[in-house]
């Protein structure tokens, strides 16, 4: 069959509206699926039928935040993260164009428009305080783009920055509680719960005091095994200080660490993952099959070998940080659910165990330790991570002397005498 010369545009989507892409602009067509954005369609596609030149942008026509907001995304789609992306997904599309969609201009939207904005993210109570303030600065970063591409007025741009972030304890906002280290009494009883391979990210983790991004994105062929022969060193090739330090992070891993990491690098492509959801859930059916009381049936056999292929293609090469986060609170539910009532662990998260890490090597060794094993360029920073000096201060207060006893003493002996 001959291919069409002249194909309609596309219906796409993004997020839940609607666009067209045609001759260079974006056409907005209101929330995908529904009649109103098919209507807008079947109409522009007759347009663009009879005369392609109405579609064309006229000259000194404004640009509408829903092209600006929309051209943007297609702008950072391949050079930002995959989350960082849905960040500015989020607040286009559940609240820049649900309050300023259709045909709204961009130098109309002034700093109340933004506030107007950012009340609905605050009523929506999803993001703690602080989150909103960056997704406050996301948005005005869209329309600072769209001056750098002669789409907004300067001036339109320079009004939103007026816009304050919002102060702590501003009505209807909240903050999250500051993360917490989590002891080592509490992941040592987690980790008889834990698949093989959770355990040993948690107790690398724990070692190295690494980000948890640092574990579940470790490959083989980042562990260099040969330049020191007692250490390996694990560099990271994207780091998310990289570009202010202009330098890369290396993790020397010792006897104990290589230890953990040497059973999952064998027979192994340098691009794959050290730690993978494929061998934990493996280990996973192997403990249950070492408990199953009765024998496995050829039928049974079969089926459990078809399962098994369906579930390896379902299983991720590399955990992420939701699935690792997973992973440790399912290991959770199931101690709790083998303990009893007084013996329950409370709920933890690996990104706690960077913080147990610091605040151990700050009371062993000091502050500046702890900024190293860190890798922090500030001691400010490592502060936030570290929570040993409440823990000094509480050994001092156990051993406190007191310095007036003596002097106590001497009153009482002096007011016998007197009397």
Not at 73 to 93: A, C, E, M, Q, W
Not at 346 to 357: F, G, K, V
């Amino acid at each position: 069959m001959p291919k069409l010369k002249n194909k309609p545009p596309k219906y796409a989507k993004l997020k839940n509206y609607a666009v067209v892409y045609l001759n260079g602009k974006i056409h907005y067509l209101g929330l995908y699926g529904s009649e109103e954005s098919k209507v807008a369609y079947a109409r522009l596609v007759a347009e663009s039928r009879v005369s392609p030149a109405l579609l064309l942008p006229k000259e000194g026509a404004s640009v509408t935040i829903s092209e600006l907001a929309v051209a943007f995304l297609d702008h950072i789609n391949t050079s930002l993260k995959p989350t960082s992306y849905n960040h500015y997904r989020t607040i286009v599309g559940d609240f820049l164009l649900k309050l300023y969609g259709g045909d709204i201009p961009v130098d109309d939207f002034k700093p109340s428009s933004l506030k107007l904005v950012r009340s609905e993210m605050i009523q929506s109570r999803r993001f703690c305080r602080r989150l909103i303030n960056v997704y406050t600065r996301h948005i005005i970063s869209i329309f600072t783009w769209g001056v750098e591409e002669e789409l907004v007025q300067p001036n339109t741009v320079l009004a939103l920055k007026a816009v304050k972030l919002l102060a702590m304890g501003h009505a209807g906002t909240f903050d999250n509680a500051e993360r917490e280290p989590v002891t080592d009494e509490l992941i040592r009883r987690t980790l008889p719960f834990m698949p093989v391979t959770l355990a040993a990210m948690v107790k690398l983790q724990r070692l190295t005091g690494c980000r948890p991004s640092e574990i579940f994105n470790m490959r083989v062929g980042e562990i260099d095994r040969t330049t020191d022969p007692n250490l390996w060193l694990y560099q990271r090739p994207q780091h998310k200080t990289e570009n202010k330090t202009k330098r890369k992070k290396v993790i020397p891993l010792g006897k104990i660490e290589q230890e953990l990491i040497s059973p999952y690098l064998v027979g192994k492509k340098p691009e794959q993952a050290v730690f993978s959801p494929r061998t934990a859930q493996e280990e996973r059916n192997a403990e249950k099959r070492a408990i199953r009381k009765t024998k496995v049936t050829p039928s049974q056999a079969v089926r459990d070998a078809a399962r098994t292929a369906t579930n390896f293609s379902r299983y991720r090469e590399f955990y992420d940080k939701n699935s690792y986060r997973q992973a440790v609170e399912y290991a959770i539910i199931k101690a709790n659910k083998n303990l009893p009532e007084g013996e329950q662990i409370p709920h933890w998260t690996p990104y706690q165990i960077r913080h147990t890490a610091a605040t151990a090597m700050e009371l062993e060794a000091g502050l500046d330790e702890a900024q190293a094993l860190l890798d922090h360029s500030s001691a400010d920073t490592t502060k936030r991570y570290t929570h040993g000096r409440l823990e000094k201060l509480k050994e001092l207060a156990r051993n406190r002397q007191n310095p007036f006893e003596d002097s106590t003493e001497k009153r009482e002996s002096a007011v016998q005498k007197a009397s």
